[in-house]
């Protein structure tokens, strides 16, 4: 029998920052499934910055988003009907088909998981966010024994796994920065980072220095301009630079904050590498032995903030550039 399923379309190429009339809620059927196809109703869906990329028509690693169509995003929900035996109903799924309530797919488009309570967790520490944390501090800038790390956007999914990867590592300091001073007594408090400030003061240049006074070897670098500049400038010789993301940086295509510190990479012999996760997800095992080993020992925290219901879906995505109280990895129950 055939259902229904609301679901966000891109109606229209945000100019600069998104906002609410950029997108449409709309109905679609959802059809039963044919031979090889599964029926998912979604139980949660992501919003991830890098979605603000995909909204325009450019060329990137990802292709952008279609006007007057669906968005696409990592999504878990379970199979309601399946015509294909290795996905049952009832299975535990995730896929790439968020931003809907429900869908009919093909049955290798979606991935079988273990069941777990917190099925979200499959959106944050044991998804994409969480493969990207630990691909920063394992393989694109190493933390060692008694290195000292900065983390920025040290609140969000990535940068609160990051800091507690680092800290398994033996990190000898690990100092964070976010928007509000609650959220980083969530830093402190929930994360177990040494210290974090708050970066909009205007001053994360003093603010990194008297975080850490001798100089910093690791720098998770999630959001370009003044603050990457601040730590180009108090690092230390040799230093390590994970270049996740740059949110401060003109993802609505503004020229964002100027990098004028980029010349203190010379003399200090600093290694600056970027990354996009998907080039590690031969490590994806790796990835879930660690990180999921450590979350089920209760060595790491995760934390969600869950908006409710597919009509609450853009308010959760603007969230993610408007400094909102938003903590740890951003989720909608659909
Ligand atoms: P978050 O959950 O951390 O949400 C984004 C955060 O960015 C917000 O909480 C906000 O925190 C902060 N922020 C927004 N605007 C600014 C600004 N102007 N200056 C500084 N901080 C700002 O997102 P994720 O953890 O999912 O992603 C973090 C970064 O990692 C992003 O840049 C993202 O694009 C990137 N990323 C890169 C990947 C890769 O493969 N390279 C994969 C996944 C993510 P606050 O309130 O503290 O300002």
Redesign the pocket.
Same mark, same amino acid.
């Given at each position: 029998m055939t259902t229904t399923s609301r679901e966000i379309h891109l109606v229209r190429r945000p100019q600069g920052a998104a906002v609410p009339d950029d997108f449409a809620l709309r109905t679609a059927d959802v059809p039963d499934p044919g031979e090889g196809e599964v029926t998912v109703r979604n139980l949660f869906m992501s919003v991830?910055?890098?979605m603000r990329?995909r909204m325009n028509d450019v060329k990137s690693y990802v292709p952008p988003f279609a006007l007057d169509a669906v968005m696409q995003g990592g999504a878990v929900g379970r199979v309601v009907a399946s015509r294909d035996r290795s996905v049952p109903e009832g299975a535990l799924v995730t896929s790439g088909n968020g931003w809907r309530e429900a869908f009919t797919a093909p049955a290798r488009h979606v991935q079988v998981v273990p069941d777990r309570d917190d099925a979200a967790a499959y959106l944050g520490v044991l998804g994409?966010?969480g493969m990207?944390a630990w691909?920063g501090v394992e393989i694109v800038a190493p933390v060692r024994e008694g290195d000292v790390v900065f983390v920025?956007?040290?609140?969000?999914?990535?940068? =609160?796994i990051a800091g507690q990867l680092a800290r398994a590592r033996g990190a000898s300091r690990v100092v964070g920065?976010?928007?509000?001073p609650e959220?980083c007594r969530a830093v402190e408090s929930d994360f177990g980072f040494d210290v974090c400030f =708050?970066?909009?003061d205007g001053q994360p240049l003093r603010a990194l220095r008297e975080a850490a006074p001798d100089g910093i070897d690791v720098y998770f670098d999630?959001?370009?301009?003044?603050?990457l500049n601040a730590a180009l400038i108090h690092a230390r010789m040799n230093g390590r630079f994970a270049?996740?993301?740059? %949110?401060?940086s003109g993802?609505d295509g503004s020229a964002?904050?100027p990098v004028t510190a980029l010349g203190m990479a010379v003399g200090l012999r600093l290694n600056l590498r970027?990354?996009?996760?998907?080039?590690y997800a031969d490590r994806q095992e790796d990835f879930l032995r660690e990180v999921g080993g450590l979350l089920e020992a209760g060595k790491i925290t995760a934390r969600q903030t869950v908006f409710d219901g597919i009509d609450h879906a853009v308010e959760a995505f603007l969230?993610?550039?408007?400094?909102?109280s938003? %903590?740890?990895?951003?989720v909608v129950a659909v």
């Open positions: 991830d910055p890098y990329g994409m966010p990207t691909a920025s956007a040290a609140s969000g999914a990535v940068g =609160s920065s976010a928007g509000a959220k =708050s970066y909009r999630n959001v370009g301009g003044a603050q270049l996740c993301g740059g %949110i401060s993802y964002g904050e970027g990354f996009i996760v998907s080039d969230g993610l550039f408007a400094g909102g938003q %903590i740890g990895k951003v």
